[in-house]
T-cell receptor, first 111, second 112 residues
Framework: GQSLEQPSEVTAVEGAIVQINCTYQ??????LSWYQQHDGGAPTFLSY????GLEETGRFSSFLSRSDSYGYLLLQELQMKDSASYFC????????????FGGGTRVLVKP | EAQVTQNPRYLITVTGKKLTVTCSQN?????MSWYRQDPGLGLRQIYY???????DKGDVPEGYKVSRKEKRNFPLILESPSPNQTSLYFC???????????FGPGTRLLVL
C-alpha cells in the first residue's frame, strides 16, 4: 500500500518561511503533488514534482528526493491568506491511478 | 467556466435510504474520482474512473457504488447509507496521467 506522513500543524508569523515535510512509503509512484485547502473550501492544486529536485512557483516551492522517500513544500513570505491545510499526495504505479493523500498539515499564520 | 459541480451541497438523510450525489465536469477530463474527508484522516479515495465504463476501487470503497456512463458525469451512490458514512465528499477530475486534479465544492452528508 501507500502511506504518507505530514506534521499535523505548524504556526508561523507573517513574512516567515514554513517548510512542510512529507515522508512516504510506496512501492513506486509517478510523482508527489501538493494541494491547499482553506476552511470550508475544496482542495486546489499547488505543485507537482515528477523528478527529484526543486520546483518553484512564486512564493511556493516543492522538493522531492526519491532516494530519501521525502518531499517538502516551502512557503515563503507568509501571508495571512496562506492559513490553510496543505496535503501531499502520490499516485502509485502499482496501484494504477489510485491517489493517496497525507493527513494534511494545518498552517496558522499569525500577524 | 471550467468547473466540477456536485449536487446536493448539503444532505441530511436517514439510515438505509438510498441516495445519489451527482458530479459533473465540463473540461472533457478522462479521469474522475470521489474522496471522503474526515477530521484527522485527510482525503481518502473511494472510487476512481479512468474513462467511460472504466471504474476501480480506491482505499475505502465499502458501502459505495459508482458508474461512468458518460465522460462528464460520475455519480456516487449510497445504496443503504449508515451513520459512519457521515462525511464531507469531494469529486475531482483531471486529464489522463496529469497530476492536476480539479475538485468540486464538496457535499456535506449527515446520516442519522
Amino acid at each position: 500500500g501507500q502511506s504518507l506522513e505530514q506534521p499535523s500543524e505548524v504556526t508561523a508569523v507573517e513574512g516567515a518561511i514554513v517548510q512542510i515535510n512529507c515522508t512516504y512509503q510506496t512501492s513506486g509512484f509517478y510523482g508527489l503533488s501538493w494541494y491547499q485547502q482553506h476552511d470550508g473550501g475544496a482542495p486546489t492544486f499547488l505543485s507537482y514534482n515528477g523528478l527529484d529536485g526543486l520546483e518553484e512557483t512564486g512564493r511556493f516551492s516543492s522538493f522531492l528526493s526519491r532516494s530519501d522517500s521525502y518531499g517538502y513544500l516551502l512557503l515563503q513570505e507568509l501571508q495571512m491568506k496562506d492559513s490553510a491545510s496543505y496535503f501531499c499526495a502520490v499516485r502509485g504505479k502499482a496501484a494504477g491511478n489510485k491517489l493517496t493523500f497525507g493527513g494534511g498539515t494545518r498552517v496558522l499564520v499569525k500577524p | 467556466e471550467a468547473q466540477v459541480t456536485q449536487n446536493p451541497r448539503y444532505l441530511i438523510t436517514v439510515t438505509g435510504k438510498k441516495l445519489t450525489v451527482t458530479c459533473s465536469q465540463n473540461m472533457n477530463h478522462e479521469y474522475m474520482s470521489w474522496y471522503r474527508q474526515d477530521p484527522g484522516l485527510g482525503l481518502r479515495q473511494i472510487y476512481y474512473s479512468m474513462n467511460v465504463e472504466v471504474t476501480d476501487k480506491g482505499d475505502v470503497p465499502e458501502g459505495y457504488k459508482v458508474s461512468r456512463k458518460e465522460k462528464r458525469n460520475f455519480p456516487l451512490i449510497l445504496e443503504s447509507p449508515s451513520p459512519n458514512q457521515t462525511s464531507l465528499y469531494f469529486c475531482a477530475s483531471s486529464r489522463q496521467k496529469q497530476e492536476t486534479q480539479y475538485f468540486g465544492p464538496g457535499t456535506r452528508l449527515l446520516v442519522l
